[in-house]
């Protein structure tokens, strides 16, 4: 096995390669998208009056992005823009980059939920475990490698990328600590050179126990670099110090403020010194800001959190009002939520759905301005370019999970999208979904199509889909086919394709494949039954309406990330309370159809409307001032699957 620094130049000669393919790619018709999921205009626990009296102008002028997916997508699609929607590229476009990315510590990170009666355990999904489990492989020049090599494989592109993003003026901080922080400035001199290196920032601070046997490991380093030799800093507040009478005496200036300073000449510019900060404004040590603890009030027990006079003090020095500020490791928000205070526009995006959705709270919490809740388009498509190369199609995909399903693909000449199937000794078909495409009504019309009509029809048809509409389940409610079973409708479980990465995994996994003579499906693949919400009939009482929750249907926990001890304390809880599942929701009182724009907000942990920190509100009245003629109601559940509503409000009486 090769050593970590035989392998460095391949890491860097591989990384430099996907990185340019990558850029290359940019411009083609495939090029990746950034869907819209939700326009949030945060109004957590706003009075009726206030939201009726809103006067809100849609424009297409900057909106604050919170992204949902991998950021190596998210990255590309920045870069990309999006002419269709007039989305401009964001190439050039951001003044600060910081990020602090999971280490190379070999943590496992679970997600603890809360429930009422049940806390449960769940585990990070193979997407999420980039974000959280830190437990890399890879294969270099042919070698399969875990550990520190693959985490800098899986960093190089990344790393490019934002400097694509960064302006002239851009500045690029890397947060790390002493498991992988040396190995990694020698990939970001590659990257921005080293001659763009500006600082190496060292963060003490006092927590947790200290050995007998070592020093106590009690810092953190922040590698701060410039895109260019255009970089701009701004003096702010660093550590204070108490000044001797003698050392005041300096401070001979006064400003039309009244406030006393020093004018020093340093590095060939005046700079002013105020009394009344009295600091030390350019050490590259930061001893002063203390890490999280318990009883602070924005600690939101995310364990990676960093506390906001942090992010402050770098915002401040490197970015001025206006500017664009990127974290793409967000974490719990930090960076969007201190860059919010500070008047600066932000992007921010994680990998995994718990983040995310803290995030979102954070931001409401924190009446935040409106800003976009987004996800990478066609996620499976460009994981199976990824994964497999360009010349696997997706015809090649349809066909592997026929086989994982239990099915058995017909021939080519019969079936040129190759996405058809059919269970042995029954009449039952398959269809599959295309992995670019989002699960609607349509879809289920072709499917009963090739039910009814294809080699002369079958009793009965499995839909197998990646994606589906979030307004779905309503649907399904009207359609009998689903309602008497000749229907079923199955989620491809979304981590397959990573699963499949290695070659020998398709192997193993279909080995285990079985169907029992009265078609009984054997299959370590966890295919998941569709979860969606149910509301009662609004209530429109003259210019108000009344929208009241019904039921959240999750009919399998089979593809939940649970072990099977946790799974039957979420089966307890789905038959109990399944509302309580409800992590989040939010209305649209009158939506276009189109982008869904929430006016209202409520989520677990906001005990300002009500005492129970582990349900949401189920009823709500709100100002009715529609003119679409729909009210569309989202939820989110405590694993971040989505489900959507949409009424007709005519046909209640308004």
């Excluded at 990676?304 to 970015?319: D, F, G, N, V």
């Excluded at 994981?383 to 497999?388: A, D, E, H, I, K």
């Amino acid at each position: 096995m090769s050593s970590l620094i035989e392998l460095l130049p391949k890491v860097v000669s591989e990384g430099r390669r996907e990185a340019n393919r990558i850029l290359d790619g940019l411009s083609a018709a495939s090029r990746i998208t950034l869907q819209t999921n939700e326009l949030i205009q945060p109004h957590k626990d706003r009075s009726q009056a206030e939201i009726l009296n809103d006067d809100i102008e849609y424009v297409d002028d900057w909106k604050n992005r919170l992204v949902y997916g991998d950021n190596l997508l998210v990255m590309q699609a920045l870069l990309a823009g999006d002419p269709a929607s007039g989305l401009p590229s964001m190439r050039g476009k951001i003044d600060l980059i910081y990020i602090d990315p999971p280490y190379d510590s070999k943590a496992d990170y679970r997600t603890k939920i809360e429930l009422p009666g049940a806390n449960i355990d769940s585990k990070p999904t193979v997407l999420e475990q980039f974000a959280y489990a830190d437990t890399w492989s890879a294969n270099i020049d042919g070698e399969d490698v875990k550990g520190t090599a693959a985490y800098l494989k899986y960093m190089y592109p990344r790393l490019v990328l934002m400097r694509e993003l960064l302006s002239e003026q851009g500045q690029f901080y890397f947060h790390v600590d002493w498991h992988i922080g040396h190995y990694v400035k020698v990939l970001l001199d590659d990257i921005f050179g080293k001659e763009n290196f500006r600082n190496e920032i060292v963060w003490g601070y006092k927590s947790g126990s200290y050995p007998d046997t070592d020093f106590a490991r009690k810092h953190d380093v922040i590698y701060r670099y410039s895109k260019s030799e255009k970089w701009f800093f701004n003096l702010v507040p660093g550590v204070i110090k108490v000044l001797s009478e003698n050392s005041k005496s300096r401070y001979n200036r006064t400003d039309d403020d009244g406030r006393r300073y020093a004018e020093v000449k340093s590095g060939g510019k005046w700079r002013r010194y105020y009394l009344d900060e009295a600091i030390h404004p350019l050490e590259d040590w930061w001893g002063d800001i203390p890490m999280l603890k318990a009883n602070y009030e924005e600690n939101l027990n995310y364990g990676t959190q960093k506390p906001e006079a942090l992010l402050e003090r770098i915002i401040k020095s490197s970015s001025n009002p206006n500017s664009i500020v990127a974290d793409f490791f967000g974490g719990s928000g930090t960076t969007a939520a201190v860059a919010e205070k500070l008047g600066r526009k932000w992007i921010t995006s994680d990998i995994g759905k718990p983040a995310t959705m803290i995030m979102r709270k954070r931001f409401i919490d924190n009446d935040a301005g409106e800003f976009l809740y987004q996800s990478v388009g066609d996620y499976q498509r460009e994981q199976m370019s990824t994964n497999f190369g360009t010349r696997f199609r997706v015809g090649d995909l349809n066909q592997i999970v026929i086989n994982l399903y239990g099915a058995v693909p017909f021939r080519e000449e019969d079936n040129p999208r190759r996405n058809l199937g059919k269970i042995p000794r029954t009449k039952r078909l398959v269809y599959v979904a295309s992995p670019s495409e989002l699960v609607s009504a349509n879809t289920i019309k072709r499917a009963l199509d090739e039910m009814n009509t294809f080699q002369g029809g079958w009793d009965k048809v499995a839909l197998l889909g990646w994606n589906f509409r979030s307004d779905l389940g309503a649907y399904l409610d009207t359609l009998d086919e689903y309602k008497n079973g000749t229907l079923t409708i199955e989620i491809i479980p979304p981590d397959l394709l990573d699963q499949l990465k290695s070659k020998t995994t398709f192997k193993k996994l279909s080995d285990q494949v079985a169907v029992d003579p009265d078609g009984t499906i054997h299959t370590p693949v966890r295919f998941s039954s569709l979860q969606y919400l149910t509301i009662k009939d609004p209530i429109v009482n003259g210019n108000e309406i009344t929208v009241e929750l019904d039921n959240y249907v999750i009919l399998s926990s089979d593809s939940l990330p649970l072990d099977s001890k946790n799974k039957e304390k979420m089966n307890e809880v789905i038959a109990r309370d399944p509302l309580a599942l409800i992590e989040y929701w939010s209305i649209d009182a009158d939506f276009d159809g189109n982008v869904f724009r929430s006016t209202w907000q409520d989520y677990r942990q906001n005990t300002d409307n009500d005492s129970d920190s582990l349900h949401v509100v189920n009823k709500v009245t709100l100002p009715l001032n529609n003119t679409t003629g729909l009210i569309a109601i989202r939820a989110v559940d405590v694993f971040g699957f989505e489900s959507e509503v949409v009424e007709e409000i005519n046909k209640y009486g308004n």
